[in-house]
């Protein structure tokens, strides 16, 4: 069983910058990719951005030059710093990570509302 606690969402100006954080914890916890999703009322869920084991990273075309993941691998951690947020950043965050057996976890969430 693995637990996903997430913060580091609330609201923010136009430009202006977030840090994600969701650490891992339980004993099924793997190092595989960790990856971090969006989801906007009516819309369907997005893969924002990637990191695996090894840190090697990916992000959807949409965040590229504006969102960077990381991860702290001793602190079962994965991090999204969100720069130049806009108004379409605005969506409820979720990370997800691996456990032993292939399976998958999710967070319970974090609202990041980008607005004036």
């Known amino acids: 069983q693995v637990q996903l606690v997430e913060s580091g969402g609330g609201s923010v100006q136009p430009g202006g910058s977030l840090r994600l954080s969701c650490v891992a914890s339980?004993?099924?916890?793997?190092?595989?990719?960790m990856k971090w999703y969006r989801q906007a009322p009516g819309k369907q869920r997005e893969l924002v951005a990637a990191?695996?084991?090894?840190?090697?990273?990916n992000y959807t075309d949409s965040v590229k030059g504006r969102f960077t993941i990381s991860r702290d691998n001793a602190q079962n951690t994965v991090y999204l710093q969100m720069n130049s947020l806009r108004s379409e950043d605005t969506a409820v965050y979720f990370c997800n990570v691996g456990a032993t057996g292939g399976r998958r976890y999710w967070g319970q969430g974090t609202q990041v509302t980008v607005s004036s």
């Open positions: 339980g004993n099924m916890f793997d190092f595989s990719a």
């Open positions: 990191i695996t084991s090894d840190g090697i990273t």
